[in-house]
């Protein structure tokens, strides 16, 4: 299975952008799919998440009203789409999937090599 995200790139702070993620190599409709992010010097976090089901969504707090993840199970495609961007939302941005919704990174199957978001105050 591959993930390949897309879209990140230097925004100014209250800005937007959308990232995406392809999966190929498997049975997309059956994952859940979650965000992460990782800023220097910082530990992997929990971004979003939704699930393979229903599409419920989970967010942590720190982006909770600002970020929307969705997905296309016809495109094998996840979205993060992400408005009133700050300067703390700087971090390498991941893609993963794994076959429960967690907030652990350690319970993810596959991930994607990541896309570098900047935000500038």
């Known amino acids: 299975v591959q993930l390949v995200e897309s879209g990140g790139g230097l925004v100014q702070a209250g800005g937007s952008l959308r990232l995406s993620c392809v999966v190929s190599?498997?049975?997309?409709?059956?994952?859940?799919m979650h965000w992460f992010r990782q800023a220097p010097g910082e530990e992997r976090e929990f971004v979003a998440a939704?699930?393979?089901?229903?599409?419920?969504?989970f967010y942590t707090d720190s982006v909770k009203g600002r970020f929307t993840i969705s997905r296309d199970n016809a495109k094998n495609t996840v979205y993060l789409q992400m408005n009133s961007l700050k300067p703390d939302d700087t971090a390498v941005y991941y893609c993963?999937?794994?076959?429960?919704?967690?907030?652990?990174?350690?319970?993810?199957?596959?991930w994607g090599k990541g896309t570098l978001v900047t935000v500038s105050s």
């Open positions: 190599g498997g049975t997309f409709s059956r994952y859940a």
């Open positions: 993963a999937a794994g076959k429960y919704y967690t907030r652990t990174y350690g319970g993810m199957d596959y």
């Open positions: 939704i699930s393979w089901s229903d599409k419920t969504t």
